[in-house]
């Protein structure tokens, strides 16, 4: 096959001409390091960011990237969720090189292959690979930040796993944690809801206690709350995020199964947390905390006929 990937998505999901792309991935790492205060936080080398086109994930792309402290980086893994194929395992991309509008962003060919060799990872199809848009979203803000600096990636799509499963892939990943030259970065959009969906979970406060799970359920929390549609989606994302900034497996894994929120990279999302809980038990360190930094959606749904997607850029520190 051929050894580059080429990037399917330009020209529709984002601009394939260079310069337009540039400013617009320039505008939008410039406002992110503004809500920073300060861009390239020192020891940001865990990410999470969204991965929709650019007029919706844009700015929480450009916080994501805007808090990477990519000076010392070599490899990053990027870890994002199945869209078109079902997996029960984790799989690797055989390309050896991801294309941008900037230029080709090198893959880890030898890190890929040694992964694979441990009979965790399998290598995934150059279909499967050129059809998913999860890491293709993240290269043009890699690329336009990087630049020359050779930081190559190792993109590990993530299919419907299973427990025991994401905590071997954990394990696995664990010893690159410990490298400081190595980052990491979840590609995950956040709570997909309506119809399109088939999600309608509703929660009228911030516990997201007795979340409904049903369009029936939901006319009839309707009735009883005054809270928009749109409010109660945040609730339920930002418990989310509450809850993955405790870097707890057990307690992700709970409020999974409590809300049922839609959030497309849950499983990356499992791995990482377990992978950061790990690291700082292994160092005899505080938990890891996730950091938030913005938050979006990609409508405000007021109507139990509509829909939409959230977004969420986030960071780790670890020194």
């Known amino acids: 096959m051929a050894l580059k990937r080429p990037a399917t998505h330009a020209g529709s999901w984002y601009s394939s001409n260079a310069t337009k792309l540039g400013a617009e991935v320039d505008r939008h790492l410039a406002n992110g390091a503004s809500v920073l205060g300060?861009?390239?936080?020192p020891g940001a080398r865990v990410l999470v960011g969204p991965h929709a086109g650019l007029a919706y994930a844009g700015p929480q792309l450009g916080e994501t990237y805007a808090a990477f402290d990519f000076?010392?980086?070599?490899?990053?893994?990027?870890?994002?969720?199945s869209h078109h194929v079902y997996l029960e395992h984790a799989a690797t991309s055989a390309f050896h090189s991801y294309e941008t509008p900037f230029g080709n962003v090198n893959v880890d060919v030898e890190t890929t292959q040694k992964l694979n060799d441990s009979g965790v990872t399998k290598y995934m199809s150059a279909t499967t690979d050129k059809d998913e848009h999860s890491f293709?979203?993240?290269?043009p803000f890699l690329k336009r930040l990087v630049g020359d600096q050779n930081v190559k990636i190792v993109p590990i799509m993530v299919g419907q796993t299973s427990q025991e499963y994401?905590?071997?892939?954990a394990k696995l990943l664990l010893p690159y944690v410990e490298d400081p030259t190595n980052a990491f970065v979840i590609s995950t959009d956040f709570c997909h809801w309506g119809n399109n969906f088939r999600?309608?979970?509703?929660?009228?406060?911030?516990?997201?206690?007795?979340?409904?799970?049903?369009?029936?359920?939901?006319?009839?929390?309707?009735?009883?709350?005054?809270?928009?549609?749109?409010?109660?989606?945040?609730?339920?994302?930002?418990?989310?995020?509450?809850?993955?900034?405790?870097?707890?497996?057990?307690?992700?894994?709970?409020?999974?199964?409590?809300?049922?929120?839609?959030?497309?990279?849950?499983?990356?999302?499992?791995?990482?947390?377990?992978?950061?809980?790990?690291?700082?038990?292994?160092?005899?360190?505080?938990?890891?905390?996730?950091?938030?930094?913005?938050?979006?959606?990609?409508?405000?749904?007021?109507?139990?006929?509509?829909?939409?997607?959230?977004?969420?850029?986030?960071?780790?520190?670890?020194?």
């Open 71 to 81: 000076k010392n980086i070599k490899r990053l893994f990027i870890l994002g969720p």
């Open 166 to 169: 994401e905590k071997r892939l």
């Open 136 to 139: 293709e979203m993240h290269m």
């Open 38 to 41: 300060k861009s390239a936080i």
């Open 199 to 319: 999600y309608w979970g509703y929660a009228d406060s911030e516990n997201c206690d007795n979340v409904s799970q049903s369009r029936e359920e939901l006319r009839r929390a309707l009735k009883r709350s005054n809270t928009p549609i749109y409010k109660s989606i945040e609730y339920l994302d930002k418990k989310g995020m509450e809850v993955a900034s405790l870097t707890s497996y057990d307690k992700w894994k709970e409020y999974c199964k409590k809300t049922d929120n839609t959030i497309c990279g849950r499983k990356p999302l499992a791995i990482l947390i377990s992978m950061l809980e790990n690291y700082a038990i292994e160092k005899g360190d505080k938990p890891i905390s996730l950091e938030w930094i913005g938050y979006s959606q990609s409508n405000q749904v007021r109507d139990i006929s509509e829909g939409s997607v959230s977004y969420a850029s986030g960071f780790a520190l670890l020194r």
